[in-house]
């Protein structure tokens, strides 16, 4: 009696005295449980901090943890072998939760809050994908522990996501169809507030344009030659003067990866790598057959040959607003995240080092927002999984307010407490939402119906070159 009097107790202050189901308390304290395994991993992944297609090992600390929870895993699933599986239960419903764990290139930092790389020019987790990984399986995990108990009858699917930021992992794995069966896929993102996503993200698409001349002495005999170098600044030329025709929800940039090696020989090689983005994919289709026409009238301008190569491109996510509301419920019941003298002044410390005000740290949960006509600015593969089932989004704040993304803040953040309190949320949120699609028939049927219209008459076809994924070879 006492125990259960305590548990009770345990259970309101998580809960703000709202009533909470067995099955919801059971994941709240099932991320309790895990917690020390959980912040172990998602600051290993931390130290490991590698790149789109190169996370081995991060692959591997999760996998072998689903594993050793007792998830049937398999590992390089879609031809990606750092992309992953783990499943624990059978039949309907087949509930999915995505987890991310790549880095970026050259922000490696130590998790203090002055600027010192851990080592010089070394990727670090910029966007907090180790704290997506970890959490993501301490929900699923959560929900692996009810089916095993017999208290929630269905599947629960672990997708070990690699290369979100660059190469766009999902979008092989679901050109693989693995994301085909399932009924509801969650996933999360780290942020500076607790929020249910209820805004898309731009749709984009990476392509390089090559352009081939011929080379010659650039004083000698100029007229032999002719320059591909020409032809791509006639190419940016005519993108930067199709900007006044555009609409205003487009964005194109683009750098020039290869332009020459001397001034006294004629570039017979130059590329441009070029990505376009709208809030729709429709929108970006659309303006992609306008540079087509750019690149051909600069390439007969230059008298050179040119080729275009579709590199990659996403979806703008479909948002989900039954789910979403779902999830808003379940914050509700885990509570805000409340934080320590010191851990507000590491917020204070490293806004002020970063050069910007200081704005504490937001733990409250944000209530539930009106969808934007303009996403904010940026994509994600998740958009294309979105096209495929119904997703339902939950950002957690990781980092001070307004912390500035991609940037050393965000990775120092992520490697202590203030990234670990917000996975932790993350997992209690993702496990006690997904207890309600697996419980409510009803609720899985309104969320797919949502899903359907949304999506409307547009058919989800993956945007990627012919042949495997390009995963790098060293
Ligand atoms: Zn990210």
Avoid at 168 to 176: F, L, N, Q, Y
Avoid at 456 to 473: Q, Y
Wanted: hydrophobic share 40%; proline share 5%; aromatic share 8%.
């Amino acid at each position: 009696m006492k125990k259960n009097f305590l548990a009770l107790l345990f259970v309101c202050s998580f809960a703000n005295a709202q009533v909470i189901s067995k099955n919801k308390s059971a994941v709240l304290s099932s991320v309790e449980k895990h917690q020390q395994d959980l912040i172990k991993l998602s600051d290993q992944i931390w130290g490991f901090a590698e790149t789109a297609m190169r996370e081995t090992q991060s692959s591997k600390v999760l996998s072998d943890y689903a594993e050793s929870q007792g998830f049937k895993v398999t590992r390089g699933v879609a031809a990606i072998p750092t992309a992953f599986i783990a499943e624990f239960g059978s039949g309907k419903p087949i509930i999915g939760i995505l987890g991310e764990f790549d880095a970026l290139p050259g922000l490696s930092q130590k998790a203090q809050p002055m600027k010192e790389a851990l080592k010089d020019g070394a990727p670090g987790h910029g966007c907090g994908h180790n704290m997506f990984g970890a959490g993501s399986l301490g929900a699923a995990l959560s929900i692996k522990e009810l089916i095993a108990a017999g208290k929630l009858k269905g599947t629960i699917r672990f997708y070990g996501t690699p290369a979100e930021e660059d190469l766009a992992g999902k979008v092989w794995m679901a050109k693989a169809g693995l994301f085909n069966d399932l009924d509801v896929c969650l996933d999360w993102h780290p942020d500076y507030e607790n929020k249910a996503n209820m805004q898309s993200s731009q749709a984009v698409t990476d392509f390089s344009i090559s352009f081939m001349g011929k080379s010659a002495h650039a004083a000698f005999d100029p007229w032999n030659g002719r320059s591909a170098l020409d032809a791509a600044e006639l190419f940016t030329t005519g993108i930067n003067f199709m900007r006044e025709h555009v609409k205003p929800s487009v964005r194109m940039h683009y750098v020039y990866t290869k332009e020459g090696n001397v001034p006294n020989v004629i570039p017979a090689e130059a590329r441009v790598w070029l990505w376009i983005r709208d809030s729709k994919r429709t929108g970006v289709a659309e303006v992609a057959e306008r540079m087509k026409n750019i690149a051909k009238g600069a390439a007969l301008m230059a008298g050179v040959d040119y080729d275009i190569k579709l590199n990659s491109g996403l979806y703008e996510l479909l948002i989900n607003e039954t789910g979403a509301k779902t999830l808003q419920a379940n914050m509700n019941l885990v509570g805000p995240i409340s934080y320590t003298k010191e851990e507000l002044d590491f917020a204070d410390k490293i806004m002020k080092e970063y050069g910007r005000e200081s704005k504490g740290i937001n733990g409250a949960i944000k209530p539930l927002e009106v969808t934007k006509d303009d996403p904010p600015g940026g994509s994600t593969d998740v958009g294309d999984v979105s096209y495929i089932v119904p997703e339902i989004t939950l950002l957690a704040t990781t980092a001070p307010y307004e912390a500035p993304w991609h940037s050393w803040v965000v990775v120092a953040c992520g490697g202590m407490s203030i990234g670990h309190k917000g996975m932790l949320f993350a997992s209690k949120a993702l496990g006690t939402t997904m207890v309600d699609l697996f419980e409510n028939e009803k609720l899985r049927q309104d969320i797919k119906e949502e899903f359907l219209k949304r999506k409307g008459k547009e058919i989800w076809k993956a945007m990627l070159p012919e042949g495997p994924p390009p995963v790098p070879k060293n």
